[in-house]
């Protein structure tokens, strides 16, 4: 059962350097999102999608981009890293945007920049 | 902002009950609540949630007290492996907040 996978696990990055953060589901959920967690934080919502070509910002999207081709993936694009940047970063999806529908969560990138 | 409030740090002994509770004063009608745990360095994991009745499944408990302004995620007989963040969360429209929510620490 592979759920959500993320990858890469880990990355270090330079200021200034791009860099795209895979997300893939095989569970056929309509829902997906990005969240990323800072030392000793929650998670706040970068941005998310209802479905395949459907976007929308969440908390936090400055600086991030999204796409949403497939129902399977959801990548997420760091266009100008930034040291503001480093943090740890968890794609979630659901089946639906029912409130009764549990989000099912990757095991995070894990991205400083230096 | 997270609508929750947990204590920070909690204890457990291996074997007891973990009695983990949340109070979310300000809940409106639709709002669930939801349990999710993070054990280091990996992703939240889905617990449990309900909306006005008790709740339980293979993992743990959930009470919602009849005004619904607080909760208790029970954890039956805690072991080594329950040590984790456990996280409350209100959520009516997708919307997740996460708080800071408590750590559990279970000792042998």
């Known amino acids: 059962n592979a759920g959500v996978t993320q990858t890469p696990k880990f990355r270090i990055l330079k200021i200034g350097q791009s860099m795209t953060l895979q997300c893939t589901q095989d569970?056929?959920?309509?829902?997906m999102y990005w969240y990323r967690q800072d030392p000793g934080m929650g998670l706040k919502l970068i941005y998310y999608?209802?479905?395949?070509?459907?976007?929308d910002k969440g908390e936090v999207p400055n600086g991030y981009n999204v796409s949403r081709s497939t129902t399977e993936d959801f990548p997420l694009r760091l266009e100008l890293a930034a040291p503001s940047q480093t943090s740890v970063y968890f794609c979630?999806?659901?089946?639906?945007?029912?409130?009764?529908?549990?989000?099912?969560f990757g095991d995070g990138t894990r991205l400083s920049i230096l | 902002d997270a609508k929750t409030t947990q204590p920070p740090s909690m204890d457990c002994a291996e074997g007891r009950a973990a009695n983990l509770p949340c109070n979310h004063s300000?809940?409106?009608?639709?709002?669930?609540v939801y349990w999710y745990r993070q054990i280091h360095s990996q992703g939240p994991q889905y617990i449990i949630h309900g909306l006005k009745n008790n709740e339980t499944n293979e993992m743990a408990s959930l009470i919602i007290t009849e005004d619904r302004k607080s909760s208790t995620l029970i954890l039956p007989h805690a072991t080594l492996r329950d040590t984790a963040v456990y996280y409350c969360?209100?959520?009516?429209?997708?919307?997740?907040?996460f708080g800071a929510g408590t750590r559990l620490t279970v000792k042998p």
């Open positions: 569970m056929n959920h309509n829902y």
């Open positions: 979630a999806s659901s089946y639906s945007d029912s409130p009764n529908q549990p989000q099912h």
């Open positions: 999608s209802v479905g395949a070509g459907i976007t």
């Open positions: 969360i209100v959520m009516e429209n997708n919307d997740m907040r």
């Open positions: 300000t809940i409106s009608g639709n709002e669930y």
